[in-house]
């Protein structure tokens, strides 16, 4: 009777685990058009029409966030919806199957005279599934290590801090997208972190990364810290905070921390655009609780 019991209790376990995570997922498209503007890369156009294209098939497939709505649920710090750039949606993006962008041009009439304008589009196709609770977390990036410091713009040789808060306990790490490359910042190359390589964070603390003052630095190892550059007259970078309730394991990066000059300028271990969204889209598929947001910001040349 004992190893009925056990075994209906396991059953029943199991069950319930899997249910958990059995969350439908569905194969959508989505289109956006972005006009590019003077102050915009057409890199930075195709990115923002991306962005905008996942929005368009996440609301087809879930319907709209509308900021009145009474139905909102928050528990434990932990909501139900997720958020693209800066838009609330219902859905969660997983993975891109395919991705395709065309360039036209429209003639517009001025007073002037005529105006020639270019339009980017992005068709967009991939997995999505229902937005799951995911912990309501905050962060700024900082050109100081203050909260008041916080900005979104960057002047050449200024330094970059992030502040993180979570409500609830998990798992951090941080990387900066340039170009086709992306550089793991956060945990530090010399932090002690066990075998997942993910550095824990306490609820509600509030941590400012990056920064070697012993007053917030909360982290075992020496603390690396960092400076923006840029050789155009501007560009955007993408920070990705990525978080989760559960441990996860960290994407295979490529080299060892290098040393431009001796004592000064670090170049953290990288991995490639692609491989890094298909970490992402791994993590995303198997770990409910995994929430990866992107920030970005702009770098001036000044």
Same mark, same amino acid.
């Given at each position: 009777?004992?190893?009925?019991?056990?075994?209906?209790?396991?059953?029943?376990?199991?069950?319930?685990?899997?249910?958990?995570?059995?969350?439908?997922?569905?194969?959508?498209?989505?289109?956006?058009?972005?006009?590019?503007?003077?102050?915009?890369?057409?890199?930075?156009?195709?990115?923002?029409?991306?962005?905008?294209?996942?929005?368009?098939?996440?609301?087809?497939?879930?319907?709209?966030?509308?900021?009145?709505?009474?139905?909102?649920?928050?528990?434990?710090?932990?909501?139900?919806?997720?958020?693209?750039?800066?838009?609330?949606?219902?859905?969660?993006?997983?993975?891109?199957?395919?991705?395709?962008?065309?360039?036209?041009?429209?003639?517009?009439?001025?007073?002037?005279?005529?105006?020639?304008?270019?339009?980017?589009?992005?068709?967009?196709?991939?997995?999505?599934?229902?937005?799951?609770?995911?912990?309501?977390?905050?962060?700024?990036?900082?050109?100081?290590?203050?909260?008041?410091?916080?900005?979104?713009?960057?002047?050449?040789?200024?330094?970059?801090?992030?502040?993180?808060?979570?409500?609830?306990?998990?798992?951090?790490?941080?990387?900066?997208?340039?170009?086709?490359?992306?550089?793991?910042?956060?945990?530090?190359?010399?932090?002690?972190?066990?075998?997942?390589?993910?550095?824990?964070?306490?609820?509600?603390?509030?941590?400012?990364?990056?920064?070697?003052?012993?007053?917030? !630095?909360?982290?075992?190892?020496?603390? =690396? %810290?960092?400076? @923006?550059?840029? #050789?155009? /007259?501007? $560009?955007? *970078? !993408?920070?990705?905070?990525?978080?989760? =309730? %559960?441990?996860? @394991?960290?994407? #295979?990066? /490529?080299? $060892?921390? *290098?040393?431009?000059?001796?004592?000064?300028?670090?170049?953290?271990?990288?991995?490639?655009?692609?491989?890094?969204?298909?970490?992402?889209?791994?993590?995303?598929?198997?770990?409910?609780?995994?929430?990866?947001?992107?920030?970005?910001?702009?770098?001036?040349?000044?």
């Amino acid at each position: 009777m004992k190893f009925i019991l056990l075994f209906f209790f396991l059953n029943r376990l199991i069950i319930s685990i899997c249910h958990g995570q059995n969350v439908e997922k569905k194969t959508v498209t989505g289109i956006a058009e972005v006009r590019v503007e003077s102050n915009l890369t057409k890199d930075d156009c195709k990115d923002q029409a991306s962005e905008l294209a996942m929005i368009n098939a996440i609301e087809q497939a879930y319907g709209t966030w509308v900021e009145q709505q009474t139905d909102l649920v928050i528990k434990d710090g932990r909501d139900y919806y997720n958020i693209i750039g800066t838009t609330k949606v219902r859905g969660e993006w997983i993975e891109t199957i395919s991705e395709e962008f065309d360039e036209s041009s429209k003639e517009f009439k001025t007073q002037q005279g005529k105006e020639v304008v270019t339009f980017i589009t992005c068709h967009i196709k991939g997995k999505v599934r229902k937005a799951t609770p995911k912990a309501l977390i905050r962060y700024e990036a900082l050109n100081c290590p203050d909260k008041r410091c916080r900005t979104t713009e960057f002047y050449n040789g200024e330094s970059l801090y992030l502040s993180f808060q979570s409500p609830v306990k998990g798992y951090l790490s941080v990387f900066l997208e340039d170009d086709d490359k992306v550089y793991r910042l956060f945990p530090y190359s010399s932090q002690r972190v066990g075998e997942n390589s993910v550095a824990p964070v306490d609820p509600d603390r509030e941590y400012i990364l990056f920064s070697k003052e012993k007053k917030i !630095n909360a982290f075992s190892g020496q603390t =690396e %810290e960092y400076e @923006v550059y840029t #050789i155009r /007259s501007f $560009e955007y *970078n !993408n920070l990705y905070i990525v978080f989760s =309730e %559960e441990p996860y @394991v960290k994407p #295979i990066l /490529s080299g $060892e921390p *290098n040393t431009i000059e001796p004592n000064r300028f670090i170049i953290p271990k990288s991995l490639s655009h692609n491989d890094f969204q298909k970490w992402l889209a791994y993590n995303r598929s198997l770990n409910s609780s995994f929430l990866d947001v992107r920030l970005r910001i702009k770098i001036e040349n000044k």
